[in-house]
Every structure is written in structure tokens, then in C-alpha cells.
T-cell receptor, first 114, second 116 residues
Framework: DSGVTQTPKHLITATGQRVTLRCSPRSGDLSVYWYQQSLDQGLQFLIQYYNGEERAKGNILERFSAQQFPDLHSELNLSSLELGDSALYFC?????????????FGSGTQLSVL | AQTVTQSQPEMSVQEAETVTLSCTYDTSENNYYLFWYKQPPSRQMILVIRQEAYKQQNATENRFSVNFQKAAKSFSLKISDSQLGDTAMYFCAFMNPPGGSEKLVFGKGTKLTVNP
């Protein structure tokens, strides 16, 4: 168990809908990362938050947004869903401490857009 | 931008034997971190091993060890005494040096099958 909690584990929805994925980082970790894993694109970095503020942005679509709350949990919002958004979405967390950075991953949310 | 290349899409090995997975990367940085992650059929991403670029000594974790060749930008993973539970996708990943984002850049993975 990595200590990173993601909910829900599975999500089935229709095109055009909006969903929210939730992540609770390991205790004490300040950084949260979101990744998308699909067969054709592999593991793609979406966005990183550090202590409530956006730190880095990757290949995140404008239809997607994220935030990190004061209690450090994070949410990834996906809107106007398309079939191609079907993927496994991972959250990861890290301490944010220099020289000892390791990312610990949650078990992922499998999103199916029908 | 950093890139990570894993040239072996699939590999197989007999139980108890040794296998080496290859990884190369491209960066202009001098200090950075390299990782191997394992993703078994459960799809959980599990950290296998970590290497700091400023350390010449290769990292080891039990049956897992790396061969880090900084000049060649090569970072291979050796699994000794392979076990059935080692069957998984293995991803090589790169992390920028401290001071920037600690995001990981992943290779496309190598699917390893350990045969009984």
C-alpha cells in the first residue's frame, strides 16, 4: 500500500459529461501529481501541485482542471468528456523535499467514456 | 525536453534466471534522478529502484540492480533470480534536478514475462 488514496476506482460515464477524480496524498507529502495512462499515449504527466499551488503543467487539455485543497487532497475535473478520454488516471504524491524525491502512486481511477 | 526510450517492448525470461531491461534518456542537465517502476497486472505503479545522477555507485535493491552509464545516458535494470511475481510492465523514468518540477517523464515500458 503506497499510502496514496484515489477514489473512485472505476468510473463509467457518457460523452459530454463531467466527472471528478479525488486523491489523498501520503501523510506529510506536499506535492500531488496527476498522470494519464492510455495504450496509445503511455504515461502522460498532466499537472503538479505543491502545497496548494500549481507547480508544473504538462499535456493537460483545457477541458481538464485540477486543484489542491488546504488539507492537501487534490481533485481532477474532466469535462465535456470524449471517447478518447477513456484511460487510467493516476495520482501520485511526494514529500517535496530536495534530495529525496520519490513519487508514490495511488491505485488509479479507470475512466470509461461510452 | 527530456525523453526516455525503452527499446524493448517485450521480453521474457525463465524463472530463476537473470534479465536486463534497457533504458536510454536524453537531457542536458548534469544532476537528475532516474527510476524504474513496476506495473503488475493489478496496474499499481510500484517504485523498484532510484538512482541519483551525481552518484557513481550503482543502486541496488535486493534482486534488482542498475547499470548507470552517465556519459552514455544509459540506465539498465538487472533482475536476478527472476520470480513469477516479477511479471509486469517495467517503466524507466527521469526526474529533473531539484529546484524545478519533480515530475517524472516515463518511457513507453517493457513488458516482462517470467516463465515457469
Amino acid at each position: 500500500d503506497s499510502g496514496v488514496t484515489q477514489t473512485p476506482k472505476h468510473l463509467i460515464t457518457a460523452t459530454g459529461q463531467r466527472v471528478t477524480l479525488r486523491c489523498s496524498p501520503r501523510s506529510g507529502d506536499l506535492s500531488v501529481y496527476w498522470y494519464q495512462q492510455s495504450l496509445d499515449q503511455g504515461l502522460q504527466f498532466l499537472i503538479q501541485y505543491y502545497n496548494g499551488e500549481e507547480r508544473a503543467k504538462g499535456n493537460i487539455l483545457e477541458r481538464f482542471s485540477a486543484q489542491q485543497f488546504p488539507d492537501l487532497h487534490s481533485e481532477l475535473n474532466l469535462s465535456s468528456l470524449e471517447l478518447g478520454d477513456s484511460a487510467l488516471y493516476f495520482c501520485a504524491s511526494s514529500p517535496g523535499a530536495v534530495d529525496n524525491e520519490k513519487l508514490f502512486f495511488g491505485s488509479g481511477t479507470q475512466l470509461s467514456v461510452l | 525536453a527530456q525523453t526516455v526510450t525503452q527499446s524493448q517492448p517485450e521480453m521474457s525470461v525463465q524463472e530463476a534466471e537473470t534479465v536486463t531491461l534497457s533504458c536510454t534518456y536524453d537531457t542536458s542537465e548534469n544532476n537528475y534522478y532516474l527510476f524504474w517502476y513496476k506495473q503488475p497486472p493489478s496496474r499499481q505503479m510500484i517504485l523498484v529502484i532510484r538512482q541519483e545522477a551525481y552518484k557513481q555507485q550503482n543502486a541496488t535493491e535486493n534482486r534488482f540492480s542498475v547499470n548507470f552509464q552517465k556519459a552514455a545516458k544509459s540506465f539498465s535494470l538487472k533482475i536476478s533470480d527472476s520470480q513469477l511475481g516479477d511479471t509486469a510492465m517495467y517503466f524507466c523514468a527521469f526526474m529533473n534536478p531539484p529546484g524545478g518540477s519533480e515530475k517524472l517523464v516515463f518511457g513507453k515500458g517493457t513488458k516482462l514475462t517470467v516463465n515457469p
